[in-house]
């Protein structure tokens, strides 16, 4: 079965790091925040090319650098992989998370993941069809990783709460700019979110530095995991220091 990760209640970190590690600077400010926060959580999403690519394993500087990210022990690595809001054939989404579960035998440094970052889910669960294909790949990632994978789902948006629902590790219940995350939203996520706010996380991009505290005092008790950038996508850490030490305030 997938790990629950509920042993920690504080606010954890859920990072999209889709930047190359062109040299072992690329990643430093990840590695700076993580050293200084040893107490604080961090489910770390690496995607060397909309998943792990076409071969067995990814370039010499993944390589370097993944071994690195692995070293740290308040560090969750997992793997991307896009299900395509379930257009995806299940045997190319399967074959990605098999690829990426096969890190782990790799001797020469420590580069797996411990589990699956999965993009472009539905938010609706009425069509057999999606749940269907979903439970196909939970099987998939629980096999590939021998039951004890993490499987976080990305809807972008809170899933209809049906029971036959798939289970997850966690589920992104938003994915949105700054600007359109009104205040509106944050009540909206306290009423909607349930007491188990482990299994839920946001991510916001584009917020202004002078929101940031504001966002984070309002939505820490709301979910479990969070990510907020001053940047418009996931390709710089800039703001990471600031947002890690609000989060550790």
Request: glycine letters at 4%; proline letters at 7%.
């Amino acid at each position: 079965m997938h790990a629950p990760l509920k042993s920690k209640p504080r606010l954890g970190i859920i990072l999209p790091l889709y930047i190359y590690p062109l040299s072992s600077e690329s990643w430093k400010p990840l590695y700076d925040a993580v050293t200084a926060h040893k107490d604080l959580q961090f489910l770390v999403i690496v995607n060397p090319n909309s998943g792990p690519g076409t071969t067995p394993l990814p370039d010499e500087n993944y390589l370097r650098e993944l071994a690195v990210l692995n070293a740290h022990p308040n560090i969750i690595t997992l793997g991307y992989v896009s299900s395509s809001y379930c257009r995806r054939s299940l045997q190319a989404v399967c074959s990605e998370i098999e690829v990426y579960a096969s890190w782990t035998s790799y001797q020469e440094g420590k580069i797996q993941v411990q589990g699956i970052f999965l993009d472009e889910c539905p938010d609706w669960w009425q069509k057999d069809a999606n749940s269907t294909y979903l439970h196909a790949v939970q099987s998939c990632t629980e096999a590939a990783f021998a039951n004890a994978s993490v499987i976080i789902h990305n809807p972008g948006a809170r899933p209809a709460p049906l029971p036959q629902r798939v289970r997850t590790t966690a589920t992104i219940i938003r994915e949105d700019s700054a600007a359109r995350f009104a205040t509106t939203d944050i009540a909206w996520t306290k009423a909607s979110t349930p007491s188990d706010r482990a299994e839920y996380a946001i991510i916001l991009y584009d917020v202004p530095r002078e929101q940031m505290m504001h966002l984070v005092k309002s939505l820490r008790d709301q979910v479990g995991w969070l990510y907020l950038t001053a940047s418009a996508g996931y390709t710089a850490l800039d703001s990471l220091a600031e947002f890690c030490d609000l989060v550790n305030a």
